[in-house]
Nanobody, 117 residues
């Protein structure tokens, strides 16, 4: 399974971006998906996840601003990011796992999001 993330870029504070992540090699319609991010000099942190039933969970720092969604027909997950803040600057990674809990088995290569203040 390979995950390909895209959609990052440079945006001003208050702006929006939509990240996409598409899987190849296997259909992930029953998998859980997630987004993580890693800012320079910091550890990778959880951003959002969505399970096979489309139940979602968010980090407190992005609640009300970010929305995760999935399209099983496209074998993809998305992260709509609104009202971006300078602190959202990071490399964003998508991940997938077959179970509702446990390790994330598959990771994308990361896409850079830079928010200018």
């Amino acid at each position: 399974v390979q995950l390909q993330a895209s959609g990052g870029g440079l945006v001003q504070a208050g702006g929006s971006l939509r990240l996409s992540c598409t899987a190849s090699g296997r259909t992930l319609s029953t998998y859980s998906w997630a987004w993580f991010r890693q800012a320079p000099g910091k550890e990778r942190e959880f951003v959002a996840r969505i399970n096979r039933y489309r139940a979602t969970t968010y980090a407190d720092s992005v609640k009300g601003r970010f929305a995760i969604s999935r399209d099983n027909a496209a074998n993809s997950v998305y992260l709509q990011m609104n009202n971006l803040e300078f602190e959202d600057t990071a490399v964003y990674y998508c991940a997938a796992r077959p179970l509702a809990a446990g390790n994330w088995d598959y990771w994308g290569q990361g896409t850079q999001v830079t928010v200018s203040s």
